[in-house]
Nanobody
Framework: QVPLVESGGGLVQAGGSLRVSCAASGRTLSTYTMGWFRQVPGKGREFVAAIKWSGITTYYADSVKGRFTISRDNAKKTVYLQMNGLKPEDTAVYYC???????????????????WGQGTQVTVSS
C-alpha cells in the first residue's frame, strides 16, 4: 500500500493559480510514476498529468498543456501540480495516483495506476 494524501485545493478566480500537492505517508515515491487525474460529478476520471519515476519525462492532457506543470521531490515524498491560468472548466476533484509498473509507456489511463489519494476540490470561479 502507498497511502497518498492530496492538499492545496480551494477556490480561485479564473486566470489565477493554485498548487496542489500529494504526499506519501511513510513510503518513498521514488520508484513510482505519479499522475494527477480530475473528476467532475457524473463523469469519469480524466487524466491531467503524469511524471515518470525519474522525474525527467512528463505527460500532459492537451487541455492543460502550457498551463499546468507536474513536478516531484522524491526526498520529500511529494508530487506537485502547479496550475496557472485556471479556467472554470478546470473545476473538479483532483486525485493523485501512483503507478508501480515502470514498463507502462504512457501512463495516462486510470487502469495504469495502483494507488489513489482521496482527492482535493479545486473550484475556479468565473
Amino acid at each position: 500500500q502507498v497511502p497518498l494524501v492530496e492538499s492545496g485545493g480551494g477556490l480561485v478566480q479564473a486566470g489565477g493559480s493554485l498548487r496542489v500537492s500529494c504526499a506519501a505517508s511513510g513510503r518513498t515515491l521514488s520508484t513510482y510514476t505519479m499522475g494527477w487525474f480530475r473528476q467532475v460529478p457524473g463523469k469519469g476520471r480524466e487524466f491531467v498529468a503524469a511524471i515518470k519515476w525519474s522525474g525527467i519525462t512528463t505527460y500532459y492532457a492537451d487541455s492543460v498543456k502550457g498551463r499546468f506543470t507536474i513536478s516531484r521531490d522524491n526526498a520529500k515524498k511529494t508530487v506537485y501540480l502547479q496550475m496557472n491560468g485556471l479556467k472554470p472548466e478546470d473545476t473538479a476533484v483532483y486525485y493523485c495516483a501512483a503507478c508501480a509498473n515502470r514498463g507502462v509507456a504512457r501512463p495516462t489511463a486510470t487502469g495504469d495506476y495502483d494507488y489513489w489519494g482521496q482527492g482535493t476540490q479545486v473550484t475556479v470561479s468565473s
